[in-house]
């Protein structure tokens, strides 16, 4: 008997199948993680714009003053 024919069979097909769903589930989970940090960097980006545009108005209605 050789050792190829003494592994079974049965079972394995579920086990890879298995496998294969959960590294999906990882993969499905780092690309959200993914989207969110880049989410997440876009809104400071926003942010950070925005507060300098907020500081730009203020110098320039500062200098306008009497």
């Not at 394995?12 to 990882?26: K, P, Q, S, T, W």
């Not at 993680?33 to 925005?50: I, K």
Request: charge should be positive.
């Amino acid at each position: 008997m050789s050792a190829i024919g003494a592994v079974p069979t049965r079972g394995f097909g579920r086990e890879r199948a298995a496998i294969r769903i959960g590294r999906a589930l990882v993969s499905w989970g780092e690309r959200r993680e993914r989207l969110e940090a880049e989410r997440q960097a876009l809104y400071r980006r926003q942010a950070a714009a925005e507060e300098q545009t907020t500081v730009r108005v203020a110098a320039v209605r500062g200098q306008l003053l009497p």
